[in-house]
């Protein structure tokens, strides 16, 4: 009987003691959430500093703190063609104290498995918010013939075979030049070079004819007058570059976005995707980071939670079909 009473009293003990233990914990955690932030916050950038990247994340993190009343420090993890990055963030603890200031391919490395080795996906990231973005830039040299993308368009219908240098199959401005090609049957020959300026200095050199490179690789050769910009691959015209005409304008196709946004781990509590949301709506209207922004020559484009997550769906589509069309699909 007393043996008995013992294993009762024994199983009530523990039953409590697990009770004891879960409940206070969910508490904390839901607690951890509804307080967040209360300590300085990490801002991954999977490239070093100094790179157009690093220097709107830099931005970024000085005017989202000032909303937050919490430090946001950049750190720069860098390697594997910004695969590193995106490993630390997904390997973070998903509290919302580190997240990531993530171009496309970093958040979404798995459509590019032809091109990179990742050891996570999409799924192990969670989106909050898109707040800037690459945009592709056909740009010449300053001496050039052509004025516009139409007179080029033009000159390479009756002169097969132009040059254009760019970094990479996987870029949007490969992609762009490619869709180009086929709809005008312009003959290009691909020129490939490792990054953007080493596209631009081929293009001054003599090298290549045309260059499809990121806007901000081509600004200061054109602020210089050494090179042209014929047309940018964006919806509307740049707010800080009106002068320059879109694709849309001249009946193209734009080319797949390069948007870089902010992620967290997988996990991470809606609480905090929230915060850090409605923070950054509030970040890109303020005229001070604007006009920082600006400067660089990256354009703004937020996109709130549910936009991310639809945008990347669609995003990954489009670059998914034209990675199959080439034959880049393992």
Request: glycine share 10%.
């Amino acid at each position: 009987m007393r043996e008995a009473r013992w294993k009762m009293y024994g199983g009530i003990s523990c039953l409590l003691f697990a009770l004891s233990l879960f409940i206070p914990f969910g508490e904390i955690v839901w607690a951890a959430a509804a307080n967040y932030p209360n300590r300085p916050i990490s801002l991954v950038v999977p490239y070093p500093p100094g790179g157009v990247t690093d220097l709107a994340a830099r931005a970024y993190a000085e005017a989202l703190e000032k909303q937050l009343n919490q430090p946001v420090v950049v750190a720069n993890k860098t390697g594997g063609a910004s695969i590193m990055g995106g490993s630390f963030v997904v390997n973070s603890k998903p509290d919302g104290y580190t997240l990531g200031y993530l171009p496309f391919h970093t958040a979404v490395p798995e459509v590019y498995g032809y091109f990179l080795d990742a050891p996570y996906s999409s799924k192990e990231l969670r989106p909050i918010c898109t707040v800037t973005e690459g945009i592709t830039a056909v740009v010449v040299k300053a001496d050039a013939p052509w004025n516009t993308l139409r007179d080029l368009v033009e000159f390479g219908k009756k002169n097969r075979g132009l040059k254009f240098g760019c970094a990479g199959k996987n870029s949007p401005p490969y992609m762009f030049a490619v869709n180009l090609d086929r709809q005008e049957k312009l003959g290009f020959l691909y020129v490939p070079y490792n990054g953007d300026p080493d596209v631009m200095l081929a293009l001054l050199g003599g090298h290549v004819d045309l260059a499809l490179v990121i806007y901000t690789s081509a600004k200061s050769l054109a602020d210089g007058k050494k090179a042209r910009i014929l047309a940018v691959g964006s919806r509307n015209r740049l707010e800080f570059a009106r002068e320059i005409p879109t694709v849309l304008e001249f009946g193209y196709k734009l080319p797949p976005p390069s948007p870089q946004g902010v992620y967290g781990p997988k996990g991470t509590p809606d609480e905090v995707v929230k915060v850090i949301n409605d923070a950054s709506r509030k970040v890109v209207d303020l005229p001070d980071f604007r006009a920082k922004v600006n400067t660089i020559g990256v354009p703004l484009i937020f996109q709130d939670t549910p936009t991310i997550e639809k945008s990347n769906l669609q995003v990954k589509e489009e670059i998914y079909g034209f990675f199959k069309e080439e034959g880049l699909i393992k």
